[in-house]
């Protein structure tokens, strides 16, 4: 253990107490709310190439690539028309748990698998026929669909709706999964036990908010409000990034007397690793203290950090760690390693990885189709992006052909990331927001502005509702035809109608087009909504604001104070920044000549 914590530099101490006890006490609300809907796609901005909509679900970049707005692309007279259709995102009918039944590719479902909640009951392996009549019908109807199932006679066993419920929740259809535990409270289905209860406490979290997930705690009787309740409540709140209210749920746990478990202590290495990766070490510090062993996932967490930081040894160091405890990376660990090898520029290592992963028989080993296709895109191996689809393209699976229409892109071949597209719009009677995104995505990398236009038409033409991922290559794309103005709209809409959380990436493209022009004005506006929408002040958010008053040439008074105000303090690069906008530096006595 101590191991880990060598490799992950300790450098200061953990404000949870590593040093001194496990816990400590901070004088912070529970109820603390700022931050309850921030997404924590703003991390991963190394990895652009690897969006993980499925179970890592990588997000796509706050800022890695920069857009230009003299595309010179020419747009069709109809635009207007397609920033109207962009105010549609959910009609006034339709309820915020009805969203997922478009469900975007999205932030952090727990960054690394095996992160997410254990909160399902056993259940069986095969198909659900129950899962099939819940999406049959429209998103608005589920009590409706499991009425008419009781009243046909079904399997109403707790096994068969466990299956259901975890296919719901493994296509991020968390509305839906609401209404079912909804039916199924109202009915008296069941007996309710603690994992039934932190289980929809999970579903309101997601659908409804963290301010409604709290009040529904405390509905909960409290010999069913245990450790699990709570764990439940903090992974939610880390999957916001909200510092202040994770570490106060944690301490709020000591206070209750639950022990110290290695998923509490994950869900926090999940935190840092987003927000202040100085503080890991400290929490390995602390696992060790309570002789707590890191698990796999602890390992896949740590794996991604040094890469994320591009520390290749240090990724290594811990790969190494890993196997002396006795832990052997799984598909998931590898495809991290691989990645990272790849981001890197290590093509040999990463290709090494592929190659261990794909075994001796790829036909035979099909669970690894989507991270192959994902990262031999990376590594522009056309060849082998070209290979491996065409053993899945007879039959492909959902999440492969996600993963090659992103390929194709990466390898330049729109025209078969369209095919693998035009196919997956065949074989279903409705297809969710996803499948538009990815290509959308794609155009929106080559600068094809008037195809993704008429993408989104013909996206919204079909009932789909337009999701964060979706709303995000939108902006991207009114911003490499150089409307930000549109881009800007587009998002002031998307927060009006309450019913989508856009993602931070979405505020610093159009914030990063703003810096461009040294329009310190509209920096400065989005800078604030983006607090005032959640997102707390980062580091790279003071730099890009205060790189627009460098570009405006205009002095930023108080900057300092705002910075320390929220806990941000510069480094070199960023002291220079600020230098050229203090308005009290004397100016050179050539300048004073001129």
Not at 36 to 63: C, M, Q, V
Request: hydrophobic share 35%; aromatic share 8%; with cysteine.
């Amino acid at each position: 253990m101590f191991a880990l914590s060598k490799v992950l530099r300790r450098s200061q101490s953990l404000r949870l107490g590593a040093c001194n006890a496990v816990y400590s006490k901070l004088d912070i609300p529970l109820g603390e709310r700022n931050s309850a809907i921030e997404s924590n796609a703003l991390i991963h901005d190394k990895h652009d190439g690897f969006p993980r909509f499925y179970e890592l679900s990588w997000s796509s970049s706050t800022g890695r690539r920069s857009l230009s707005s003299d595309a010179g692309a020419k747009t069709t007279g109809d635009e207007d028309d397609l920033e109207d259709k962009n105010l549609d995102i959910a009609t006034p009918n339709e309820t915020s748990s009805n969203s997922e039944d478009d469900e975007e590719f999205s932030g952090d479902e727990g960054d690394i698998e095996g992160a997410e909640l254990e909160l399902h009951v056993p259940a069986s392996k095969r198909p659900s026929e129950l899962f099939k009549a819940i999406v049959s019908v429209s998103g608005l109807s589920v009590g409706s669909a499991l009425d008419k199932w009781v009243e046909q006679g079904k399997d109403t066993s707790r096994t068969e709706f466990a299956s259901a419920m975890l296919q719901l929740r493994k296509r991020r259809m968390y509305g839906r999964a609401l209404q079912m535990t909804e039916w199924l409270d109202d009915n008296k289905q069941f007996e309710m036990k603690e994992r039934d209860y932190a289980s929809r406490l999970d579903l309101i979290s997601k659908v409804r908010g963290l301010y409604k997930g709290e009040a529904y705690i405390e509905t909960i009787p409290e010999s069913f409000r245990g450790e699990l309740v709570y764990r439940t409540l903090l992974s939610n709140y880390v999957a916001t990034s909200n510092v202040r209210t994770a570490e106060a749920v944690f301490n709020k746990m000591k206070d209750l007397g639950f022990p110290l478990s290695t998923f509490t202590c994950n869900q926090m290495l999940i935190l840092y690793k987003r927000v202040d990766k100085k503080k890991i070490a400290d929490v390995l510090l602390l696992m060790e203290k309570e002789n707590l062993k890191p698990n796999l996932n602890t390992y896949k967490i740590l794996i991604d950090t040094k890469g994320l930081s591009n520390d290749i040894t240090g990724m290594e160091q811990i790969v190494e760690t890993m196997k002396s405890e006795g832990v052997e990376p799984d598909l998931r660990a590898r495809a991290l390693i691989a990645r990272n090898y790849a981001s890197a520029g290590l093509k040999e290592k990463a290709e090494k990885v592929l190659k261990e992963m794909e075994g001796e028989s790829l036909e035979e080993n099909r669970h690894v189709y989507k991270d192959l296709l994902s990262v031999y895109g990376f590594l522009q191996r056309a060849d082998e992006v070209t290979r491996i689809w065409k053993i899945c393209e007879e039959k492909p699976r959902y999440n492969e052909s996600l993963a090659a229409i992103l390929a194709f892109g990466k390898i330049d071949k729109v025209k078969e990331a369209e095919a693998v597209f035009e196919k997956m719009l065949k074989m279903s009677h409705r297809v969710s927001s996803n499948v538009y995104s990815v290509l959308l995505r794609v155009y929106v990398d080559h600068k094809m502005v008037s195809e993704g236009k008429d993408l989104v038409k013909q996206m919204l033409d079909s009932g789909c509702n337009i999701g964060a991922l979706t709303l995000d290559a939108v902006i991207k794309l009114y911003l490499e035809a150089g409307e930000v103005e549109k881009a800007e709209s587009s998002l002031s809409k998307a927060i009006q109608s309450k019913q989508i959380k856009p993602l931070m990436s979405s505020f610093m493209y159009v914030m990063g087009e703003y810096v461009r022009r040294g329009d310190v004005h509209n920096t400065e506006k989005i800078f604030q909504r983006m607090k005032q929408f959640g997102y707390q002040s980062r580091f790279r958010t003071y730099q890009a604001l205060i790189q627009a008053y460098v570009n405006a040439k205009a002095p930023a008074y108080g900057m300092k104070d705002r910075m320390k105000a929220d806990n941000i303090f510069p480094n070199k690069g960023l002291a220079a920044q600020l230098t050229k906008t203090d308005p009290f530096k004397k100016a050179p006595l050539s300048d004073l000549l001129d």
